[in-house]
C-alpha cells in the first residue's frame, strides 16, 4: 500500500512540515531504510542515524530538525510509527480460505470468513469468531472458545475448553490449557490432584512461541485483556494476570500468583506460587519473588529474594565491596591487638 | 458419574458421618462448587472458604466440624480429594480409534485397545503398549517403545528409540530423545560428539508441556518412575533422575548429574554437569548448583551457588543489613581516629 | 559400516599401535563398549574407566598406555573419536523422498535430493537447497530459504521469510522467525512495534529443541556460522551472534545484545538488551547480564549482575562468612564499649 505523507500525518495525528505529496510505501530502520520508507527519531542518538538515512519522511518530535525531509511532528514519534506500520503493513494471512486437509469437526461452529491452514485438527464443539485465523498443524481442542479475529500461527495447541478473547495472537508452539503441575504424596508416591479447571486468555492477548499456559486445577486462569507474554514464558494453575501487563521471556509465574494491571516483568523472573504483584509494580529480570510475598503497587524489584530496586542496588554495591571492608575490619583488630 | 457419599467414603477410606446417600457427581473448590460437588479442606483457611461452600459434601481431617454437611473423615482429605477425582472424572479420551488419517508404519506393532489422533505419524518398528492413547499430530520416531495406558497429548515428538514406560503421560509439544549438547573444539569449530544413546521413562511419569528431554551421548538418559516434570524443563544427555522426584518448570539439569530418589526440585533452578542431589534433598527455586557437587541426602539447599538454606538465610540477613554494618564500622574507625 | 583399525587411524591421523586388522563398528563409552567398539581416553579417571572396558580398540594420547589393545595414538582422542563417530555412524534419515502427504507449494524450489516427510507443509516461494531433509509435520514459511544439506527434525516451525544457511540442523519443536517482543505503550495499552525484519542462521548451526529465535524488529537477528544453541533457548529480535559462539540451555539474550566469536555462554544466562559480550568471553550458569553492558574479550564472568569470576568469587566467599564478620565486628564494639 502507497500513501502520501499528508495521508500518514492525517492518520498519525501528525503535523506535517514539507512535501504532503511524497509517497510512503513502508517502514523501516534508519539504517535500512529506502526514499519510501518513514522513519522515526526519539532520541538524540536515533536523531544521528535518521540524519545519515535515505528515508525523506520522518517522524519527529519536537525541537528536533532534520534538514531536507518532510517532517511528521508528533509528541510520540514511536507510537505514530507504530500505529503507522500496522495501518502500511498488514500482518501476512496465516491462513486463506478452510484447507481441505483441515480436520475440522462436524459440531464446531465456525464464524465468517474463519481460515484454517493445512493439517489442522479442530475438535468437537469448537467455537470459532469471525474473521480468525488457524495456522497449519494447529490442535485446537473439543469445546475451546476462540473469539474474533485472532491469529494462530502454525503448531499452536488449545487444549479442552480453552477460552481466547478478541484478537489474540499466538505463536508457534505455545501451548494453552495444559495440566498443571499439582500432586499430593501418599502412600510412597504423588498423586494427581485433579486438574480439570478452565482457562481465559482476554482480548488482544499476544502470547509468544513455545510459551505455555496451564489451565486451572479447580478454578481458571485468566490473563487480562492486553496483556503480552513472551516467548517461553510458564503461567502455572490458577494464576490471574491484570490488564495490560508485559511479562517477558522465559518467566515463570507460579501457581494461584496474582499479577495486577501494567505490571511489568523482566525475562527470566521467577514467582514462587500464592504471591501478588500489584499494578504498575516493576520486576527486574531474573528476579525471584518468594512464596506468598506481596510487592506493593508501583514498587520495582530486583534480586532474589527480591527487595526494592533502591535497596538492592546499595546492598549489592556494598557486597561487591566485601573485600575492602574485610580489610578495613582487619585493620582495626589488628590496631586493637 | 454419580457415586453416593457411601460409594465415595468406601473408596476413599473414609469415615462417613450424615447422609450416606447424599450424590456426588464431581469434585470442586469451596467457591466454585455446587451442592453435587465433593470438597475438602485440610487447613484452617480452607475451612473458612469450606463453610461458604455450597457443597453438601466435605472431606474432613479429624478435629474439624462443618455444620449441615455430610462429612468424610480421613487422615489426609487432600489425597483422598486426589484419588476420589481421579475415580470420579476419568480423563477424557485423547485420541479414540485410530484415525485414518495417522500415519502408522507398517512394522509398528500396537497393542490392544490403542488410540492415534489424526495426523499423528508412528514409524517403523514402534512399538505401542494396549490401552495407549496418541495424540494428533504426534511424532513416534523409528524404535520408539511406548508402555501401556500412556497418554501422550497432541504434538508430542518421540525421537528414535525412546522408550517410554507404562502409565507415563507426556504433554503437547514435549521432546523426548532428542540430541544432547556435546561438542569438542578443535581446528577452528566445534565438532559434534556422538549423541547416540538412549532415553528411558519410567513407569507413572509425567513430562509438562514443551519440556526437553535428550537421549544419552554414548549411554542412557532415565527418569524414574513416578517422577513428575513441570513445563519447559530441560535434561540433559546422560542425567540420571530417581523414582519419585518431582521437578518444577523451568528448571535446566545438566549433561551426566544424578538425581536421588523423592528430591524436590523447585521451579528455574540450574544443575550443572556431574552434580550428585540425594535421596530426599530439596532445592529451592532459582537455586544453581555448581558443576560436580553433592548435595547430601535430605538437605534443603538455596541460591547461587546453593547452599544449606538455613545458611543461605543467615547469610543473606547480613547481605540486607550491610548498609548497616558497613555505619557500624565507620563508626569504630571514626572512634579509633 | 565395518571398517580397519588402520583406516580408522588413517582417517583420524592417528599413529596405528598394535592390530591393523582390528574391526570395528561403532563407538561406545567403555563401560558400553563391545569388542568392535572404539572407545576413547582422555582423562586418568577416563583411562580407569577404558582399563575394564571389552574394547579393542583405543584412541590414547601421548604418554598413556593399555596393555593388550589395539591403540591409536593422537594428541586429541575425543576430537579424533567425534570424528570417526561422524564417519562411522552417518545419521538416520529424517526424511526419504517426499512423502505424498507432504503439501509443498508449485512456487516453492527443492533441490536435488531434498526429503519432506509426512504432513510437511512448505509455502510459496521457499527455496531449499540440495540434499535437505524437512522432518514430518514441519512448517516452512512463505519465502523461506534453506541451505544445503540441513536437517529439520519433525514439528519445526520457520516462519515467512526465514534464512538457513547450510548443513544446519535444527531440533523438534523449535520456532524460527517469530515476531519479537515489543510495544508501544500509549492511550494506556501496548500497540505492537513492528516486527517485519529478517532471521539469518549461518552455516553449521545447531538450534536445540524448543529453542525459539526471533526475526528483527526493522533489522535483521542473525546467527554465525557454526554457533551451537542448546534447547529452550531465547534469542531476541536484532540480537548478533558471531561465530563458533556456544549457548547452553534455557538462556536468554534480549533484544539487539551482540554475542562476539567462540564466545561461551552458561545455561539459564540471561543477558539483557542492548548488551556486547566480546569474542571468547566466558559467561557462567544463571549469570544475568544488565542492560547495555559490555564483557570485555576473553573474560570470564559470573553472578547476577555479572562481575570477573576471581572477584565474584571473593566477594561470594566474603557473602559465606558474613555471619562471621559480623561476630567480629560486635566484638570490636563491646572492647570499645
Not at 159 to 165: H, I, N, P
Request: charged share 20%; with cysteine.
Amino acid at each position: 500500500m502507497i500513501r502520501t505523507a499528508r495521508e500518514i500525518a492525517e492518520y498519525a495525528g501528525a503535523q506535517l512540515e514539507g512535501d504532503a505529496a511524497a509517497q510512503i510505501s513502508g517502514v523501516a530502520s534508519p539504517e535500512s531504510a529506502g526514499p519510501e520508507d518513514l522513519i522515526y527519531v526519539d532520541t538524540a542518538r536515533h536523531w544521528e542515524r535518521a540524519a545519515e538515512s535515505r528515508a525523506r519522511c520522518v517522524l519527529l518530535p519536537p525541537g528536533l530538525e532534520l534538514a531536507g525531509r518532510t517532517i511528521l511532528r508528533t509528541v510520540q514519534p514511536k507510537l505514530a510509527f507504530a500505529k503507522v506500520a500496522a495501518w502500511l503493513l498488514p500482518p501476512q494471512a496465516i491462513a486463506i480460505g478452510i484447507h481441505p486437509s483441515a480436520i475440522i469437526a462436524s459440531t464446531a461452529r465456525l464464524g465468517d470468513g474463519v481460515a484454517v491452514g493445512p493439517y489442522a485438527v479442530i475438535e468437537d464443539e469448537v467455537e470459532i469468531g469471525d474473521g480468525t485465523q488457524i495456522g497449519a498443524q494447529c490442535f485446537v481442542g473439543r469445546g475451546a472458545h476462540i473469539g474474533e479475529r485472532c491469529r494462530l500461527y502454525p503448531r499452536v495447541t488449545l487444549y479442552a475448553g480453552a477460552r481466547l478473547g478478541k484478537n489474540v495472537m499466538v505463536h508457534s508452539g505455545a501451548v494453552i490449557g495444559s495440566d498443571g503441575f499439582g500432586y499430593v504424596f501418599g502412600e510412597g508416591k504423588h498423586w494427581k490432584f485433579p486438574q480439570i479447571g478452565r482457562v481465559e486468555i482476554g482480548d488482544e492477548v499476544e502470547i509468544g512461541s513455545n510459551a505455555t499456559i496451564d489451565r486451572g486445577a479447580l478454578d481458571t486462569t485468566r490473563i487480562g485483556a492486553g496483556t503480552k507474554i513472551d516467548n517461553l514464558v510458564q503461567i502455572a494453575h490458577n494464576v490471574q494476570v491484570g490488564e495490560h501487563s508485559i511479562i517477558a521471556a522465559q518467566t515463570g509465574i507460579s501457581g494461584s500468583s496474582r499479577i495486577g494491571k501494567q505490571v511489568v516483568i523482566g525475562g527470566q523472573v521467577g514467582i514462587a506460587d500464592g504471591c501478588h504483584i500489584r499494578d504498575g509494580a516493576i520486576v527486574g529480570a531474573q528476579a525471584g519473588i518468594p512464596t506468598g510475598k506481596t510487592i506493593p503497587a508501583g514498587e520495582t524489584v530486583w534480586g532474589t529474594p527480591a527487595r526494592p530496586l533502591v535497596k538492592f542496588k546499595e546492598q549489592y554495591a556494598w557486597f561487591a565491596r566485601l573485600p575492602e571492608l574485610v580489610d578495613r575490619l582487619k585493620k582495626l583488630e589488628q590496631q586493637r591487638g
